[in-house]
C-alpha cells in the first residue's frame, strides 16, 4: 500500500472516508516515526482551535458596517460618470506619482536628515490629499481613537491628534504616506469655509531637535520642527501668522 | 440594513476571529478586520454572490500578506510577550504552553499561516482553500506540510521562550 504525504495530512484534518482512514491507520501501526509526528499535528490542529475560539459579536457591530456602508454609498457616483470619474482618478493617481517621485519620497534618501526633507514632503502630501474630494483620508475622525493608534503603530510612536478647535479646524481624519521610505502618518482638518491643513509626522532617527522653521513655495506655507523621534510639519494655506499660531497651539499638545 | 450587510453582521464573529489568527496581537487583528470590511464594501461588485464567508476571508488573507510584507523587518522576538493579548479570559490549559504555540505560529512565513488557519481552525478542504487563494492544491499541501512541522521543529527546540508578564 502506498500512502503519500497528502493523505497524512487528510487524515490528520479528517479528510478521509472511512475505508481509506482505516487503511493508513493499519499502515501506521506499522510505521511508529511516522505515527509520532501525525499524532504531533493532530495536538497541534486541536491546540490551535482552542487558541482561536470565536468571540460573542460586539455590540457596536451593526453600527459600525452600517456606516462603512453608507460611507461608500455616499461616494458612488451617478450612473454615467464613470469614464470620466476613472479618467480623473488615473489622473490623480499620475500627479501623485509625479509630485512622490519629483520629491524622491518613494526611496529613502539615505545620508539626508530628516529635517531637510520635511518641508517638500509635507508639501507634497498636502497638494496631493488635501484636493481630493472623494477620499481625502483614509480613516475618518469618527474613529479617531482607531486612527491615531493605528497610525501611532505604523509610525513606532504613540501619536495623538492635536485639538485645533480654538483656530475653527476640526480634524476629518488621517492617512499612511511614505516619509523616507518608511510609514509616516498625515492629519488632515478643515475649517468651516472647507479650508484644509495637514499634519505630517515622519520618523526622526537623527538626534537633533530643531525650533520652529518656515518654508513657502507658491501659496502654501509649511512650519515644521523635529521633537525627539518625530519630526512635525503643519502645512495650509492660510497666511504665515495664522498657520504660526497653529503650528505652536500643535507644539503646545505634542 | 440589506441583506448583504446583514449577512456581513452575522459573520462578524467569524471574521474576528479568522483575524485574529492571522495577527500577532489583538490591535493588529481590530485593523484587519477593519481594512477588510471598507475593502469588501469598495469592492462589492466584485463578488459573484455565493459564498460571502469565503469571499471575505479571501479579501483578508491578501490584506494581512500585503501587511506584513510592509511590516516585514520589524523585531519578531521584541513582541512575544505580545501574546498574552490573545488570550481570552478564563481559558482552560498551561499558559506558558500556549505563549510557545502563539510563538511559534508567530514565526510562520504569512502564506503558510493563512492556509494552517483556514484548513485546521476555519475547517475549509484543501481544494476549498486552494480556490480561495488562487494556488494549485500541491501548494497549499506543501504549505501546510511546511506550517505544521516548522511549529513542530519550534516547540521541540529550545530557540522560544515563552515571554510572560509577571
Known amino acids: 500500500m502506498s500512502v503519500s504525504e497528502h493523505d497524512l495530512h487528510a487524515y490528520v484534518d479528517g479528510r478521509l472516508d472511512e475505508s481509506r482512514r482505516s487503511e493508513i491507520e493499519r499502515w501506521l501501526a506499522q510505521h511508529p516515526d511516522a505515527?509520532?509526528?501525525?499524532?504531533?499535528?493532530?495536538?497541534?490542529?486541536?491546540?490551535i482551535r482552542a487558541l482561536f475560539s470565536v468571540d460573542a459579536p460586539h455590540a457596536d457591530d451593526a453600527r459600525r458596517?452600517?456606516?462603512i456602508a453608507s460611507s461608500r454609498r455616499a461616494v458612488r457616483l451617478p450612473p454615467g460618470t464613470g469614464a470620466a470619474a476613472a479618467a480623473v482618478a488615473l489622473f490623480l493617481l499620475g500627479a501623485a506619482a509625479g509630485v512622490l517621485g519629483t520629491l524622491g519620497l518613494a526611496t529613502a534618501p539615505s545620508g539626508v536628515?530628516?529635517?531637510?526633507?520635511?518641508?517638500?514632503?509635507?508639501?507634497?502630501?498636502y497638494l496631493v490629499y488635501t484636493r481630493e474630494v472623494a477620499h481625502p483620508v483614509e480613516v475618518g475622525a469618527d474613529e479617531e481613537a482607531h486612527l491615531v493608534s493605528w497610525l501611532g503603530k505604523r509610525l513606532g510612536t504613540e501619536i495623538a491628534a492635536?485639538?485645533?478647535s480654538a483656530e475653527g479646524f476640526r480634524l476629518v481624519g488621517g492617512r499612511l504616506v511614505p516619509f523616507r521610505g518608511a510609514p509616516g502618518a498625515l492629519l488632515m482638518y478643515e475649517d468651516a469655509s472647507g479650508e484644509r491643513l495637514t499634519l505630517l509626522f515622519g520618523r526622526n532617527e537623527d538626534n537633533s531637535d530643531t525650533g520652529f522653521r518656515f518654508a513657502s513655495e507658491d501659496r502654501v506655507q509649511t512650519f515644521y520642527w523635529i521633537d525627539g523621534p518625530v519630526g512635525y510639519a503643519l502645512s495650509g494655506e492660510v497666511g504665515r501668522e495664522r498657520l504660526e499660531r497653529i503650528s505652536r497651539l500643535v507644539y503646545r499638545q505634542l | 440594513m440589506n441583506k448583504v450587510e446583514q449577512e456581513i453582521l452575522a459573520l462578524m464573529p467569524a471574521l474576528r476571529r479568522y483575524a485574529r489568527s492571522l495577527s500577532r496581537d489583538r490591535q493588529d487583528a481590530e485593523d484587519l478586520v477593519q481594512d477588510s470590511l471598507e475593502a469588501a464594501f469598495a469592492h462589492l461588485g466584485g463578488w459573484r454572490g455565493v459564498n460571502l464567508r469565503g469571499w471575505l476571508l479571501t479579501i483578508m488573507t491578501n490584506l494581512s500578506r500585503r501587511r506584513h510584507r510592509s511590516a516585514a523587518g520589524r523585531a519578531v522576538f521584541?513582541?512575544?510577550g505580545e501574546a498574552d493579548a490573545l488570550e481570552a479570559p478564563g481559558r482552560e490549559?498551561?499558559?506558558?504552553?500556549r505563549d510557545r504555540l502563539l510563538a511559534a505560529i508567530n514565526l510562520l512565513a504569512p502564506e503558510q499561516r493563512s492556509v494552517l488557519m483556514l484548513v485546521v481552525v476555519e475547517g475549509y478542504a484543501y481544494a476549498e482553500v486552494a480556490d480561495m487563494l488562487a494556488i494549485p492544491i500541491g501548494t497549499v499541501m506543501s504549505r501546510l506540510s511546511r506550517a505544521r512541522r516548522s511549529i513542530a521543529e519550534n516547540l521541540n527546540g529550545r530557540n522560544i521562550v515563552g515571554l510572560r508578564r509577571s
Open chain 1, 35 to 47: 505515527a509520532a509526528e501525525v499524532a504531533g499535528w493532530r495536538q497541534q490542529n486541536d491546540r
Open chain 1, 65 to 67: 458596517i452600517a456606516g
Open chain 1, 113 to 125: 536628515a530628516a529635517v531637510e526633507v520635511l518641508p517638500a514632503a509635507a508639501r507634497a502630501s
Open chain 1, 162 to 164: 492635536p485639538d485645533l
Open chain 2, 78 to 80: 521584541a513582541e512575544l
Open chain 2, 93 to 97: 490549559g498551561d499558559p506558558l504552553e
